[in-house]
């Protein structure tokens, strides 16, 4: 009987599924909207769920009985009681057991690592930072506490350096006049009394503005995007601390919109402090979507340690698939 393997990558604003067979090669893929149980609820995250695995399923002419393990890796599963939020929604499914839910940041790893061995740095939409040596795994609360919050992280850090240049106690910014445009208001104390009175909400796509800007000369927009990727380097450093690498050649896999959109600003802050404590780390941006990480993940659970054919034609195979 054939054996089939679901990954699933759910974060902030879109989820992503891959279906593999067991030789490795990738029958299908399927995309969605967001699935942050914290932000969207437990009910939409379902409905989210629910309908990119049909769609994979679908384009694969399979259905959920054919599956015989699968990984959710999705935000927001931050704490090891987390797993217990979706056993409803496995025994609904038809998954059952055959089901995991993990953190997205372990899709990542898996990605880029395989053996999932070594530290993954997402910073998108939120931030997160996984890490394991063989033994232990280590991660973030996603709490904003002692760690970073991607996208999240850079809006906040942004309005904050805005309002000390709007009293006087830093040096003017473009963010000003850019991030208030931005959402069609003229005037930063308008654009505050918005977000104070008027429950305007930051967007995290406002990111590419602030990199822009940091990379056309603007200081505050500079300080900015080094305070996000010096934390998320902090993240990594934190994460190592706690586990025994045998290597230090220690892999760190960056992952997420912040990691990947090619700001030399934001890669020289994060490499410059990573490298002062870890001088030998070897950082690498994830190059395949993470969602086939979440299916490396599925299928390691079926095999225990993973045929090298597996890897070669899944990996192979991932190269291949668009962007989605």
Request: hydrophobic share 45%.
């Amino acid at each position: 009987m054939s054996k089939y393997f679901l990954g699933i990558d759910g974060g902030g604003t879109k989820t992503h599924a891959c279906l593999a067979d067991i030789n490795g090669h990738i029958l299908s893929v399927a995309t969605n909207g967001g699935a942050n149980w914290e932000r969207i609820g437990v009910p939409q995250v379902e409905v989210a769920l629910i309908e990119v695995v049909k769609g994979a399923l679908a384009k694969a002419h399979l259905d959920i009985s054919n599956i015989s393990t699968a990984t959710f890796a999705l935000a927001g599963m931050d704490w090891a009681v987390d797993s217990e939020i979706f056993a409803p929604f496995s025994a609904s499914s038809g998954l059952g057991p055959a089901a995991v839910f993990v953190n997205d940041a372990i899709a990542a790893l898996h990605a880029g690592i395989p053996s999932g061995i070594g530290i993954a740095s997402i910073a998108g939409t939120g931030g997160k930072t996984v890490g394991c040596d063989g033994t232990t795994l280590v991660r973030t609360m996603g709490m904003s506490l002692g760690e970073s919050g991607g996208a999240g992280l850079l809006m906040s850090l942004a309005t904050e350096r805005m309002a000390f240049a709007e009293h006087g106690q830093k040096s003017a910014t473009l963010l000003s006049q850019a991030l208030p445009e931005s959402y069609g208001i003229t005037g930063i104390r308008t654009f505050f009394r918005a977000i104070a009175r008027e429950n305007l909400l930051l967007d995290e796509d406002r990111s590419p503005l602030i990199f822009d800007l940091a990379k056309n000369g603007d200081a505050g927009a500079r300080e900015v995007v080094e305070a996000v990727a010096i934390q998320h380097a902090r993240d990594v450093l934190g994460i190592a601390n706690q586990l025994s690498f045998s290597d230090s050649h220690l892999p760190v896999i960056r992952a997420g919109g912040l990691h990947t959109a090619g700001s030399s600003i934001f890669d020289e802050a994060f490499i410059t402090t990573l490298h002062a404590q870890l001088p030998d780390a070897i950082a690498q941006v994830l190059t395949i979507a993470p969602v086939v990480g979440a299916t490396i993940h599925a299928a390691a659970r079926e095999f225990g340690t993973i045929p090298a054919p597996f890897l070669e034609n899944i990996l192979s195979d991932a190269r291949q698939l668009p962007q989605f």
